[in-house]
């Protein structure tokens, strides 16, 4: 079945380190691809997002490149900030309103902790 | 301002009892959907909902129901049937087409004493 996995954590870089989170993903079809971001006790807020094959989401200096070939999303920044401390979660949803009934599927999340 | 919103923030309940939690919407969003989330956890579907006065069962629905009498609100019930009912839970709604955003409500967190 359609399904997200997520590098496990905990990570902990220290302040302007290069920070990779690896996401694959198996789907029947051709699945829209996210990154949520969650801080502590809050809900989760859309990072960054893919559509189709080769679409590059970016925000807040992440990126994450839609690789069809490797079935891949990971999530990328250059240099961290303390601020980028929270749970990160990968996520696809596919199909047609009709045959899936527009449900997302989440990786189990990894947590980030950025010291200074 | 558009948004999700829910409520209470904290809730506790006593074994045996049924508790409702709030999810209002502001989106016009037609889907609609609740999660559960364990400490260290992903996310967990519940129920959704595409349209109003449907629903459909997720992953751990037993011992939850929901209704949908209103685009804007998809209230979720926590009966006593539920066997471990402490946890936070997530509301969202998304738009129509298929590469639209989730959007998540603020949560709330479910303690039982």
């Known amino acids: 079945g359609d399904s997200v996995t997520q590098m496990e954590g905990p990570v902990t870089l220290s302040e302007e380190a290069f920070l990779t989170i690896n996401c694959t993903y198996t789907a029947t079809g051709y699945p829209s691809l996210f990154w949520y971001v969650q801080y502590p006790g809050e809900g989760l807020q859309l990072l960054l997002k893919a559509t189709k094959a080769d679409d590059k989401g970016s925000n807040k200096g992440f990126e994450a490149t839609y690789r069809k070939e490797t079935t891949s999303f990971h999530l990328e920044k250059g240099s961290v900030q303390v601020s980028d401390s929270a749970v990160y979660f990968c996520a696809l949803i596919l199909g047609t309103y009709m045959n899936t009934g527009n449900q997302f599927y989440f990786g189990t999340g990894t947590s980030l902790t950025v010291i200074p | 301002d558009g948004g999700i919103t829910q409520s209470p923030k904290y809730l506790f309940r006593k074994e045996g009892q049924n508790v409702t939690l709030s999810c209002e919407q502001n989106l016009n969003h037609d889907a609609m959907y609740w999660y559960r989330q364990d400490p260290g956890q992903g996310l967990r579907l519940i129920y959704y909902s595409q349209i109003v006065n449907d629903f459909q069962k997720g992953d751990i629905a037993e011992g939850y129901s929901v209704s949908r009498e209103k685009k804007e609100s998809f209230p979720l019930t926590v009966t006593s049937a539920q066997k471990n009912p402490t946890a936070f839970y997530l509301c969202?709604?998304?738009?129509?087409?298929?590469?639209?955003?989730?959007?998540f409500g603020p949560g709330t967190r479910l303690t039982v004493l």
């Open positions: 969202a709604s998304k738009g129509g087409r298929v590469t639209d955003t989730q959007y």
